[in-house]
């Protein structure tokens, strides 16, 4: 199960308008490791009132001695917006070690990035590590925003776009370009019909050891996927990250969900949960204290993966987990609701 721990952060750079980055300070005796790709839960309080919320690192564990996450503000959002306005360099934040499979496999040597506005924090971690740390490593970029200020790390892929001419390559795509003369790229949105045009900019995107990694507003998810499953790829090929889930994850209403009781393994005891048809497993653990791991609470981050060894449960969604996690009997707990009444779910 994840830890808890304490940072200090070293620094906040502000990235764009509504962006910032803070660059969190490694612990001094044991390191916290992660893959590329991975995220941090952040424990906040906000009005008095501890709110989790996941956040990629965008830093590299090959290249960085800082943790670092970049937050974006959401529009009317609580979190994202208090540490907008109130972390500085020297405070303190709660967090859990890092978590997720959004990593590239090892045996991707072409990695095609599909990215939009705060979802390229991930990639960028991705970026860093496949060109500084593996020679043999190539990686398209296809960056999507708004205009030419709300690019987020702007000044550093450009470096990179220079420092390793040969194995990394930028398109640029701006919905509203706010330069008459800005040329660097394509105008518009990221759409399946473009394909042409985007191969006329990126060639290698049809090149057969691709590995695409998409991370991105829903839209522009469905976009971009619908491009790379034109191109011939499948599932095996296309590696994806949702922050967040526009429809909300339409919950179950099934005459099969009614109260039950189950038994959650956590931490070396077991506990007997009641779990009501309005809650998920996750909800009926909070409301008894029980420490449970979590973050987003909405099937997207897998931090409440458990695993059901015996009885069968409903989810709300499952898009977070693997075919194969499915077949093993991993739950998102936050997603559960029991069907039968010998449900175990192991959360060690
Ligand atoms: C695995 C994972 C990794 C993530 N990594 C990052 C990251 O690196 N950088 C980053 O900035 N964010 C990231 N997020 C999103 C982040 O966790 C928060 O959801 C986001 O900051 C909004 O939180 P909030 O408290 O400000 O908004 P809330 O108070 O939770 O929501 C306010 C309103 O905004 C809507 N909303 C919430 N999130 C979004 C969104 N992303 N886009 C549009 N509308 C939204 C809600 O439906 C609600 O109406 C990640 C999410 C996940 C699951
Ligand atoms: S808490 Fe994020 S998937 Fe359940």
Redesign the pocket.
């Given at each position: 199960m994840s830890k808890y721990i304490t940072l200090k952060v070293k620094e906040v750079v502000k990235e764009t308008a509504d962006?910032i980055t803070l660059h969190f300070k490694q612990p001094l005796f044991r390191k916290i490791k992660y893959k590329p790709g991975q995220?941090l839960t952040l424990i906040v309080p906000?009005n008095g009132q501890s709110?989790r919320?996941?956040?990629?690192l965008?830093s590299s564990p090959s290249t960085d001695d800082t943790l670092a996450?970049?937050?974006?503000?959401?529009?009317?959002?609580?979190?994202?917006?208090?540490l907008n306005d109130n972390i500085q360099e020297g405070d303190k934040i709660d967090l859990m070690e890092p978590m997720?499979s959004?990593t590239p496999p090892e045996a991707a040597k072409n990695l095609v990035l599909f990215g939009a506005g705060?979802g390229i924090?991930?990639l960028m971690s991705v970026i860093k590590t496949a060109l500084v740390a593996d020679a043999s490593r190539q990686v398209t970029l296809v960056y999507a925003n708004t205009h030419e200020n709300s690019i987020i790390f702007k000044k550093q892929i450009a470096e990179f776009e220079s420092k390793y001419s040969g194995r990394f390559k930028v398109l640029h795509i701006l919905s509203q370009p706010q330069s008459p003369n800005w040329g660097n790229g394509l105008r518009g949105r990221l759409e399946a019909s473009r394909t042409e045009e985007i191969l006329q900019h990126c060639p290698d995107l049809k090149n057969l050891s691709n590995y695409f990694m998409l991370c991105g507003?829903q839209g522009f998810m469905v976009e971009a996927e619908n491009i790379v499953r034109g191109l011939g790829f499948d599932n095996e090929r296309i590696i994806k990250?949702?922050?967040?889930q526009?429809n909300?994850g339409a919950a179950l209403s099934s005459a099969e969900i009614i109260e039950r009781t189950i038994k959650v393994l956590l931490g070396g005891q077991t506990y007997e949960l009641a779990v009501a048809p309005s809650k998920s497993v996750l909800d009926a653990a909070l409301d008894k204290n029980l420490d449970m791991p979590y973050?987003?609470q909405?099937g997207?981050?897998t931090a409440c993966r458990g695993l059901c060894k015996s009885g069968k449960v409903k989810m709300d969604t499952s898009d977070g987990l693997s075919d194969k996690e499915l077949s093993e009997g991993y739950v998102l707990t936050c997603q559960a609701h029991p069907l039968t009444d010998d449900v175990v779910i192991d959360m060690n």
């Open positions: 962006a995220f906000v709110q919320r996941s956040y990629s965008c996450v970049t937050v974006k503000r959401v529009k009317g959002g609580s979190v994202s917006n208090y997720g959004f705060s924090t991930p507003p990250e949702s922050f967040y526009e909300g973050s987003c909405s997207l981050c």
